[in-house]
Every structure is written in structure tokens, then in C-alpha cells.
């Protein structure tokens, strides 16, 4: 059985949710307190025993490229000042792994965009993990699918509970069996309308696929929101291989919308023991002058 030493990363969305900050700036350099949201991506990836990452950009993505690249002259001007524990990390984001990149020229959804990857990825099975979720666990969340699919030899989605009421919002998973966190899968349902949902077991943007998937990609149509939806082509995986939904341990943040990207920041900037102290005095003192303008 073949190892999975590959990931695609797609970055190609326009980030119309945090607009005016993404007319020029790329959704996913967006910072979590001091680092791009999709370094954290990337990290994850590396940890999980990635060896080559491809991600899938679109028109005005170049950052993404300039932030993995390495910066001579910021570089150089750091080792003059003697700034050295900055220059570590300047240089962590170029040193991380072997990245390639390829654009998705039109923008016809994340089916359509893994699909873009295909030639880089060959006859191999291989991660997927979306930039709108991070997962902070003991065990990288991306090696615990990676771990089911070298006990499986079969592709694996990783899913987490969610509130019934937020089902629409997601790929849902109509689960048969269960042994320990893994589930046998009927169906694979992108975005059910409102209290059409068979379980609250939603797809969380990290995925292992074999690479079969990528013929189902390349003839199938537009799904939910006119767009080539990667849970509709993983339904038609499941029909001619298991394919099975992994309940993945650890916390998922949602940097994808604005207030889980003002939650994610506020949580990691408490876990960093530069800001904790002064942070909580801020939030503290904010709260507390709340309350006294509510009276």
C-alpha cells in the first residue's frame, strides 16, 4: 500500500467574507496574532508526514508564494540589527517543505480545484486540508486520518459533531456503523437544507483520498451553489470503495467567517505567554467597562 506523502491545500477562494482586507490581500495571509492562517495549514501537513505540498491559487495570490519564499534583504537586514529569534522565524516559513503551486484558473468550486492538482499528485493517495479550518490536537489532525487510512487502506474524512442548526452549512455524513471514532458511510451530503441533515456529523476540510477520485472529478457536474463539489464526488467514491468519516480528536477553529476568526485569534493570543497576561488585564478591563456602560 502506498504512503501518503502528498497534499493539496486550495487557496483560491476570493475571501468575499472579510472583504475590503482580502481586495489585496489573500484570505489565507491573514494572521492568527503572528502567523498566516495557512502556515498553521502547512505546519499541520509537515507534522503528519507530508513531504510535498501543492497549493491551488487563483489571480492576486502571490503572497501566498512571496511568504513561503525566502526574503533575502528582510533577512539580511535582521542579522545586521542582531534580531535573531525574528530571523528563526522568517526563516521557519521558507524551511518548512517542498511547495509547488498551480493556479485554478476559473473559479468553479473545491471539487473543481483539487481536480486542478491531479497531474502533481499521479496514481498516489493523498491529503486535502481546507485553509478555513485549523485544528489545535496532541495528534495532527491530518496524521489521524492518515493513521485510519494505513489501517483501512481506504479514503477518510475527518468530521466533528456540529449544533443541528448548523448543518446546512457544511458536507454532512450519514454514518451506519461505528467502531471506536471511525464511521462506515451511506452517503456523503453536501449542504442539506435545513432539517434535511441525516446526522450532525459535518465534514471538517481534512480529507484522504485515493487518487480514483480524480476521474469521478473531471466528468461530474456542478452541485450545491452552481459550483463541482468535492462531497459530491466523494459520494461517488463511496459507491465503488468505502470511503469512511473519522470523528478526529481535538479543537477545530473556524477562521473561515469573522467572528471564529476574532474567536481563534483571541484564544491563541492566550495561549501565547507574551500577550496572556496583558491580554486578560485588557479583556478584563474591557468587560468590566461594559458592564458599567450596560447600567
Known amino acids: 500500500m502506498k504512503r501518503v506523502k502528498k497534499a493539496i491545500i486550495p487557496a483560491a477562494g476570493l475571501g468575499t467574507r472579510f472583504l475590503p482586507a482580502t481586495k489585496a490581500m489573500p484570505k489565507e495571509i491573514l494572521p492568527i496574532v503572528d502567523k498566516p492562517t495557512i502556515q498553521y495549514i502547512v505546519e499541520e501537513a509537515i507534522e503528519s508526514g507530508i513531504e510535498d505540498i501543492i497549493i491551488v491559487t487563483g489571480k492576486g495570490k502571490r503572497a501566498i508564494e512571496d511568504h513561503f519564499d525566502s526574503a533575502f534583504e528582510l533577512e539580511q537586514n535582521l542579522i545586521e540589527k542582531g534580531k535573531f529569534d525574528l530571523l528563526e522565524k522568517v526563516q521557519h516559513s521558507s524551511n518548512l517543505a517542498n511547495i509547488h503551486y498551480i493556479r485554478q484558473k476559473e473559479p468553479k468550486g473545491l471539487g473543481h480545484a483539487v481536480w486542478c492538482a491531479r497531474n502533481f499528485i ?24 492518515i493513521n485510519e487510512y494505513n489501517s483501512t487502506g481506504s479514503s477518510v474524512i475527518g468530521v ?9 452549512r457544511y458536507g454532512i455524513v450519514d454514518p451506519s456503523t461505528k467502531e471506536g471514532r471511525r464511521y462506515q458511510v451511506h452517503n456523503f451530503v453536501e449542504k442539506p437544507e435545513k432539517g434535511t441533515a441525516p446526522s450532525n456529523l459535518a465534514i471538517m476540510g481534512r480529507y484522504v483520498l485515493t487518487p480514483e477520485i ?65 491580554l486578560i488585564k485588557f479583556l478584563d478591563e474591557l468587560l468590566n467597562t461594559e458592564k458599567t456602560i450596560s447600567k
Open 214 to 278: 480524480f476521474e469521478i472529478l473531471g466528468t461530474q457536474g456542478t452541485g450545491a451553489g452552481g459550483e463541482i463539489q468535492l462531497t459530491d464526488a466523494i459520494q461517488s467514491l463511496n459507491e465503488s470503495q468505502s470511503v469512511y468519516a473519522y470523528d478526529f480528536e481535538g479543537k477545530r477553529y473556524d477562521v473561515g467567517e469573522k467572528m471564529g476568526f476574532v474567536k481563534t485569534t483571541v484564544e491563541f493570543a492566550l495561549k501565547n505567554e507574551e500577550l496572556r497576561s496583558d
Open 122 to 145: 499521479g496514481d498516489e493517495p493523498f491529503a486535502v486540508l481546507l485553509g478555513d479550518d485549523i485544528v489545535d490536537s496532541d495528534v495532527p489532525c491530518l496524521k489521524q486520518l
Open 160 to 168: 466533528q459533531q456540529v449544533p443541528n442548526e448548523e448543518t446546512h
